[in-house]
T-cell receptor
């Protein structure tokens, strides 16, 4: 069964810290992996998309890595800010013929001033 | 180019009523996906549709739920005889095509259904 797990479930840190959010998946035959941000009561914002052939992607203070063989991805947030407070979701796409995503349950991040 | 549009944003229904959720994909997108997010849970895939066709409905409950994506107009997710357990956020995503490395699904803001 294809499952995606995220740890920790919740994280509270002071502003300025560097953070690592973890995502693991049971089936390593992924097509790509995507990190999203979800603010309370809002939709999903795509942060980074990593193809199966890539090892990492960077956007501003965000860096996502992918290790297919171990079934893991990490999202690194540098110099965290209160505006980064949100739930971060990891999602895996397995099929070439579909954009269907398998989501993790998310990490709820709070960055306090 | 407007993003994926879902309406209504919030919907309140009494038990036993019908709920109709609409999703207009991004311009030019012909693939639509519906997901459900129960309170304190992650998003779960429900159904994948192309114009006039259901491609994958493996995540849809067997009863009371149906989805369509007609040739003209938005995709509709219909829930008949709603129960309290149907209360959730329902998200729609669309993509240009289902093939190739550059395809990506874009999400709407969701419809939050509350059954009272």
């Amino acid at each position: 069964k294809q499952e995606v797990t995220q740890i920790p479930a919740a994280l509270s840190v002071p502003e300025g810290e560097n953070l690592v959010l973890n995502c693991s998946f049971t089936d390593s035959a992924i097509y790509n992996l995507q990190w999203f941000r979800q603010d309370p009561g809002k939709g999903l914002t795509s942060l980074l998309l990593i193809q199966s052939s890539q090892r990492e992607q960077t956007s501003g203070r965000l860096n996502a890595s992918l290790d297919k063989s171990s079934g893991r991805s990490t999202l690194y947030i540098a110099a965290s800010q209160p505006g980064d407070s949100a739930t971060y979701l990891c999602a895996v796409r397995y099929g070439y013929n579909t954009d269907k995503l398998i989501f993790g349950t998310g990490t709820r991040l709070q960055v306090f001033p | 180019n407007a993003g994926v549009m879902q309406n209504p944003r919030h919907l309140v229904r009494r038990r036993g009523q019908e709920a109709r959720l609409r999703c207009s994909p991004m311009k030019g997108h012909s693939h639509v996906y519906w997901y459900r997010q129960l309170p304190e849970e992650g998003l779960k895939f429900m159904v994948y549709l192309q114009k006039e066709n259901i491609i994958d409905e493996s995540g849809m409950p067997k009863e009371r739920f149906s989805a369509e994506f007609p040739k003209e107009g938005p995709s509709i997710l219909r829930i008949q005889q709603v129960v309290r357990g149907d209360s959730a956020a329902y998200f729609c995503a669309s993509s240009l095509t289902d093939r190739g490395r550059d395809t990506e699904a874009f999400f709407g803001q969701g419809t939050r259904l509350t059954v009272v």
